[in-house]
T-cell receptor, first 112, second 114 residues
């Protein structure tokens, strides 16, 4: 069964600190892995997209890694800001398809 | 920056009624999608649409659902004979061709079935 699992479910960090969010997936065959940021009451916004051959991709203070052998990904956020408070969702695309499999997300809260 | 816009932001409907959710995708995009997110749960794929026809659909997208691109700008999701369990946030997304292209999401329509 195609699944995407994320951990932790929620996380609270102090402003300025770094954090790492985890994603494990069983989607196969795999096309790409995406990280999205979803603010409360808003639609998801794409942060990174990585294909099978890529093992790291950065977007500003966000750096995603991918290990396609172990089917794990992480999202590292550097020097967190209050505006980083949101849900971060790991999404995996099935190869040859356009539908996306979403994780349940990690709810990040950055406090002053 | 171009955006995907969805209307209405909140729709309240009696069970058994039909509802149409509307989306205006980004103008030069060719792929269109609908997703739903039941409160507290993960986002789920419903359907993708390309070249004026459904390209893929999930098990959720049964005969109760239909999609249409009635003109050059709008993309609609129709739910016939709504059920209580259809209450959810419905997101529209659009994107360029290519599986590695980002999908751009609207801010959703919250559908409440009474």
């Amino acid at each position: 069964k195609n699944q995407v699992e994320q951990s932790p479910q929620s996380l609270i960090i102090l402003e300025g600190k770094n954090c790492t969010l985890q994603c494990n997936y069983t989607v196969s065959p795999f096309s790409n892995l995406r990280w999205y940021k979803q603010d409360t009451g808003r639609g998801p916004v794409s942060l990174t997209i990585m294909t099978f051959s890529e093992n790291t991709k950065s977007n500003g203070r966000y750096t995603a890694t991918l290990d396609a052998d172990t089917k794990q990904s992480s999202l590292h956020i550097t020097a967190s800001q209050l505006s980083d408070s949101a849900s971060y969702i790991c999404v995996v695309t099935l190869s040859g398809a356009n539908n996306l499999f979403f994780g349940t997300g990690t709810r990040l809260t950055v406090i002053p | 920056e171009p955006e995907v816009t969805q209307t209405p932001s909140h729709q309240v409907t009696q069970m058994g009624q039909e509802v149409i959710l509307r989306c205006v995708p980004i103008s030069n995009h060719l792929y269109f999608y609908w997703y739903r997110q039941i409160l507290g749960q993960k986002v789920e794929f419903l359907v993708s649409f390309y070249n004026n026809e459904i390209s893929e659909k999930s098990e959720i997208f049964d005969d109760q659902f239909s999609v249409e691109r009635p003109d050059g700008s709008n993309f609609t999701l129709k739910i016939r004979s709504t059920k209580l369990e259809d209450s959810a946030m419905y997101f529209c997304a659009s994107g360029d061709p290519g599986v590695n292209q980002p999908q751009h999401f609207g801010d959703g329509t919250r559908l409440s079935i009474l």
